[in-house]
């Protein structure tokens, strides 16, 4: 059973950073597809960033050009950097992983694409 731990979050001002971490235990880490999701306080769980297998990025247009996704395949790890924090950043942050490089392709920001998740790691962000 593939597990996800997130870590990383906490408290900053706006127009601080932080970077998080996700370290799996999956044995096949690099074939896997990942992404961080978030969910603010009564919305919906919504998509932040993916990572294929081959490195190739995607962002969601609220953060682009703030967050950076990468991975260490050595590390088991996939992080998330966040430049230029905003209150609006403020939620419980996921990481997310897919062993289906089909769906990864089709539809990366959808929740459905990802078969494990982590427990989330909570980042505030004042203004």
């Known amino acids: 059973q593939e597990q996800l731990e997130e870590s990383g979050g906490g408290l900053v001002q706006a127009g601080g950073s932080l970077r998080l971490s996700c370290l799996s235990s999956?044995?096949?880490?690099?074939?896997?597809?990942l992404s961080w999701f978030r969910q603010a306080p009564g919305k919906e769980r919504e998509f932040v960033a993916a990572?294929?297998?081959?490195?190739?990025?995607y962002y969601v247009d609220s953060v682009k050009g703030r967050f950076t996704i990468s991975r260490d395949n050595a590390k088991n790890t996939v992080y998330l950097q966040m430049n230029s924090l905003k209150p609006e950043d403020t939620a419980v942050y996921y990481c997310?992983?897919?062993?289906?490089?089909?769906?990864?392709?089709?539809?990366?920001?959808?929740?459905?694409?990802?078969?494990?998740w982590g427990q989330g790691t909570q980042v505030t962000v004042s203004s």
């Open positions: 990572i294929f297998y081959t490195g190739t990025t």
């Open positions: 999956g044995r096949t880490f690099s074939s896997y597809g």
């Open positions: 997310a992983a897919t062993l289906s490089s089909t769906r990864m392709r089709l539809v990366p920001s959808s929740r459905t694409t990802y078969d494990y």
